[in-house]
């Protein structure tokens, strides 16, 4: 599996836009960047996907880089409820499964 | 609509006891995945199902861990002479036909050995 790199652990102030990064630097032509939340005794839940350009949903923003060797998963206003882990994953369409890391701790603070 | 479920919502059993665990996938869905999570750690693939096809059984940590789909909805999870390395929560997903990177998860199974 194509591995990524993501810090452990990041704090945002409530209310206040959050860019947590992604490193992917042997990220294949096929393969897309997904990535996923989970929230304190859930299971993950899908936040968004990409492959080249960038992508904007509900929930999210992803910023993918023009090598696409990085990516950054934007939260335009933190909230309590969006403190979560956050796996950055990469993986086609068709894989089998998908390969999560330990991700990144986000912390929001009130 | 009704997400994925999954059942017992926790487990207590006794090392080497057998268990089985319940997953009921998002109505349509035609894939299905197990994980497991141990504490504080990441999620580790255990098997696939896609419609009628031969399971993907390549995440299996050893022969005392199987399961099985019946009739493309529901699938069993089963642990045989569990040991306390069993100990986590197993999660279940399941996909739309093609949609592999939008996985819904259920709540999972928190599994004790003691």
């Known amino acids: 599996d194509a591995k990524t790199t993501q810090p452990n652990s990041m704090e945002s102030n409530e209310e206040e836009p959050v860019h947590l990064p992604c490193n992917h630097s042997t990220i294949s032509g096929t393969d897309y960047i997904h990535w996923y939340r989970q929230l304190p005794s859930q299971g993950p839940e899908y936040v968004i996907h990409g492959l080249t350009s960038n992508v904007n949903n509900r929930m999210a923003s992803l910023a993918i880089a023009e090598d696409r060797k990085s990516s950054t998963l934007i939260l335009h206003r933190a909230t309590l409820r969006d403190a979560a882990v956050y796996y950055c994953?990469?993986?086609?369409?068709?894989?089998?499964?998908?390969?999560f890391g330990t991700g990144t701790r986000l912390t929001v603070i009130p | 609509g009704a997400g994925v479920s999954q059942s017992p919502s926790n487990k207590v059993t006794e090392k080497g006891k057998d268990v089985e665990l319940r997953c009921d996938p998002i109505?349509?869905?035609?894939?299905l995945y197990w994980y497991r999570q141990s504490l504080g750690q990441g999620l580790e693939f255990l098997i696939y199902f896609q419609g009628n096809s031969a399971p993907d059984k390549s995440g299996l940590p050893s022969d005392r861990f199987s399961a099985e789909r019946t009739g493309g909805s529901v699938s069993t999870l089963t642990i045989q002479r569990t040991q306390q390395e069993d100990s986590a929560v197993y999660l279940c997903?399941?996909?739309?036909?093609?949609?592999?990177?939008?996985?819904?998860f259920g709540p999972g199974t928190r599994l004790t050995v003691t």
């Open positions: 997903a399941s996909s739309a036909a093609g949609n592999s990177y939008e996985q819904y």
């Open positions: 994953i990469l993986g086609g369409t068709g894989a089998n499964n998908l390969f």
């Open positions: 109505s349509g869905h035609t894939a």
